[in-house]
């Protein structure tokens, strides 16, 4: 069953530079039109392979459709349509989240600790009460 090599077309796209809701929407497409154009063969009365074959020659060659999105510079992703915008914004990103750093390598320390933390206040904050209960009233 012959099918359009939508894998290596998407490599392409994204190697190239291509927003990948871009990339997923253009493939979806050319899938959704290559099922059309099969079930358009069908309705001709040829048979399922036959009517894939001719789908895909009517389709046209992945090379050039990569070629197409290629001159569209539209639907390239922002960083590389303003690469020196993306040379500033990328390494401050970075950096902006370098103090997270430590805080999602030891999350599962830090939430033990604050939790045994809320704890030991609880108990405290209860003991104390209880010491304040029985002084007032005792």
Do not use: K, N, S
Not at 19 to 29: F, H, N, P, S, Y
């Amino acid at each position: 069953m012959p099918r359009p090599d939508l894998a290596a077309l998407e490599q392409d796209l994204l190697r190239f530079g291509m927003a990948a809701r871009q990339v997923r929407r253009t493939l979806g497409e050319l899938d959704a039109h290559f099922d059309d154009l099969v079930e358009d063969a069908l309705t001709t009365g040829l048979d399922r392979e036959l009517a894939e074959w001719q789908a895909l020659e009517r389709l046209g060659a992945m090379q050039d459709i990569a070629t197409a999105a290629r001159t569209r510079l539209e639907l390239r992703d922002w960083a590389h349509r303003f690469p020196y915008v993306a040379l500033v914004v990328y390494p401050l990103g970075c950096l902006a989240a370098l103090p997270a750093a430590p805080v999602i390598a030891y999350a599962g320390d830090l939430a033990r600790w604050t939790a045994c933390i809320l704890l030991g206040g609880f108990v405290t904050a209860a003991m104390l009460l209880l010491l304040q209960l029985t002084i007032t009233l005792g």
